[in-house]
């Protein structure tokens, strides 16, 4: 369904505002002025997790390192479970470290949480059993859903969470959190724009039909599919005009964050979600009816494109 | 130390091309001949191996169309190199594909350069698997592929290739002496590097196996 600027109501990233972690640490701040602006990219006052690769000793040592490989290898590590070509590194980037790029660390502390997508207090680790079930497309896994609760990976990837949010204030809405929330674009977002910004920049990757890139021995995704069979499904947050043009104005293209003009952003993100990729696993059979009760928001979901309802899916 | 691994067959044939005239250009031909100028092979090797002493890189085994998008680019001063430039100018756009495809068929020489001190080798490799977004530097396998080997056509091959060559090509974006990348993705990242990163990056890189069986 296209709602057109509507406040996106889910968006994480909408109430950074926050103080740095420095100031917070200062006695001397005075608590009653203006809270001081988030920081933008690249500013210091981003929680900083532990160096790569310095894991701490012991069984517990274990645990995050088995986490951190669940998370960037996922195809690998926990591919019964995963029923399309992403890692979960692919939308958090830097292993789930980089400030803007929903990390994990800024997750670790805010949950339990009340999440309006599934109207309950969700735990970690639904939450993360969530990101299964939609971005990574779980149904069309080998094991056909995400991993049941208390299945000992979750734990590990709990594990590795908690140790990169080593540190960090619990409970504190933290700057960078999420995906940094956009201004609207100056004119409405536009697919067909957004077909040349996305051949201009982004299909050198991606590939020309979003289908991603492989290495020369054909094994896994390097440049990971962006719509059709392999990519998130329509339940993920991604598949969210707002919040896909929200992670391309700050991560994408790759290595030249903060590049596109505001206006491109959105055109692409729209261009991207406007074609049709795994079907909502919440619906069954009724299209309209899903789209009525869960796409309320900036998305395609439900309308047409080349003369075909996007939602029906791709086949997994 | 490098090990070339020569097959006497190769060499005989390297010898016997002989050029018909008025066909298609011969790209082993140029190779071994030249094409008006100096032999490829004397600089590049016999067996498209190159050489780390003279900074001159190994061609064998690359993907052909990026082969020809560096000739192209001495050719038209978007990679400026005084060496290699006037080898490259006179070539026709039939030459260009010919000696191209040529290199790209061959088998991958064995030129990985040994294990570099532990020191380089762990900075060389972090920057390679992990990058340093603190610094905004994606990991070079984000585009350069799981093991350096490469992502046909655009994103070439680094595994395998000599340090000098390696280390001179992130010291040239830097200087605006190689501009044609597309997108300017590499020059990106290229001038985030120090020169620590880029001694470190450059002999992780030689160090590792080049791709195999392309």
Redesign the interface.
Known sequence: MRTLYLQPAVTLAAALIAMPLAAAQDKRVDYQAELPKSPGV?ESGYHVPPP??DYPKGPFGEAVKRGEALFTDTQTNAGEYVGNGLNCANCH???G??ANSAPLWAAWVAYPAYRKKNDHVNSMEERIRGCFTYSMNAKGSKVGHAPEPGTPLLTDMEAYMYWLAKGAPTGEKLPGRGYPKLDKPPKPYSPERGAKVYA??CA??HGDTGQG?????GK?Y??PPLWGKDSFNWGAGMHRVNTAAAFIKANM?????ESLSLQDAWDVAAFVNHHDRPSDPREKGDLADTDAKFHKHQCYYGDKADGKVLGTGTGN | MYKHTLTPVMLLIGGLTVTTAHAAPDGKDIAMKGAGGVPCQACHGLNGEGNEAGGYPRLAGMNAEYLAHQLKSFKNGSRKNPVMAPQAASLTDAQVKAVANYYAQLPVPVVQAPTPPAELMTAGESLARNGRWSDTIPACIQCHGPHGQGVDPYFPDIAGQHASYIAHQLKAWQSGQRSNDPNGLMAAVAKRLSDADIKAVAAYFASQPAAAGK
């Open positions: 690249g790569h690769g980037v830097d292993a470290r980089l201009d920049n050198i990757c890139r492989h290495t020369a021995d896994g390097v440049f293209p790759l290595g030249k964050p």
